[in-house]
């Protein structure tokens, strides 16, 4: 028994420190949802009327409520992702802190500008989702509405299409950064890439028809390429890493 304690020492205390740094990371979370849900509660941000803004030069009236916890639910839920991104840099740097000790110099150099990218291209996929995409698509089913019908747009069903939206937008932008690690674990080559422009081209219009579903031919062709020019990036990104990769390896041999 005593021969074992010095090797479950460093598990156990792994295991105390993961913890520690859980709990710093519900705290932060914590506060911040505390926090948007008071600003949002107040009113000191209207969050309903800010997402509500691409819909309302097509609105015959304004958006209803079907059920008393549907606004509740928003503010809720716009609370939670809020306070998520305040405290994501306490979260970053916590998981940081406890998985940097792994890793190598070059490993660590790569980790950290991929996590700064990862966020800068999450927040630009959802801005361009909701400065642009949002209001063209609204716009095209909007050119499907009737005098003899009265058309209702309902809350939950709205802000659940723009949250929806946005996602996915921000998710697709973080292609180069997938790309980026992939090539940096040399599970992905750049001339793997470069020979599939062809069929890039098709995937990212099959998936610029995904996204907005219905769109006209302008729109989709208008969306169509930042997709592709994504995956531009990530070609050039791959290289660049991969000879970078290229090169350190060469001094290791050496």
């Known amino acids: ?18 913890r520690w740094r859980l709990f710093k990371c519900a705290v932060a979370i914590a506060i911040g949802v505390i926090g948007a849900f008071s600003l949002l509660y107040t009113k000191r941000i209207d969050i309903v009327g800010i997402l509500a803004q691409p819909i309302q030069p097509y609105l015959r009236q304004p958006l209803m409520v079907t059920h008393v916890g549907d606004l509740f639910d928003i503010v809720m839920n716009a609370s939670i992702t809020l ?19 792994a890793l190598y110099g070059h ?3 790569v980790v950290i500008p991929a996590l700064v990218a990862a ?6 996929g959802m801005a361009l ?8 698509t609204l716009a095209f089913y909007a050119s499907f509405e009737s005098e ?22 921000g ?3 973080e292609l180069p950064v997938v790309i980026a690690l992939l090539s940096a674990l040399g599970i992905v080559q750049p001339e793997y890439l470069s020979r599939f422009r062809r069929h890039a081209v098709v995937g990212c219009l099959i998936a610029a028809a995904l996204i907005t579903p219905g769109s006209d031919p302008t729109s989709l062709l208008l969306l169509t390429i930042p997709l592709y020019m994504l995956y531009e990036a ?13 090169r350190r390896l060469a001094v290791e041999v050496a």
């Open 171 to 173: 998710a697709i932008f």
């Open 107 to 109: 490993e660590k150099k």
């Open 83 to 101: 306070g998520v991104i305040a405290a994501s840099p306490v979260v970053v740097w916590q998981v940081w802190g406890f998985l940097s000790p």
């Open 234 to 246: 990530s070609i050039t990104v791959s290289r660049f890493i991969a000879r970078r990769r290229e």
């Open 129 to 136: 989702a909701f400065e642009y995409v949002l209001p063209v």
């Open 1 to 18: 028994m005593a021969g074992s304690t010095p090797g479950e020492m460093p598990f156990l205390e792994h295991l105390e420190e993961l």
């Open 148 to 169: 003899s019908v009265n058309t209702m747009q309902t809350v939950d069903g709205y802000m659940s299409f723009v949250t929806a939206m946005c996602l996915a937008f």
């Open 119 to 124: 966020a800068l291209l999450f927040l630009a």
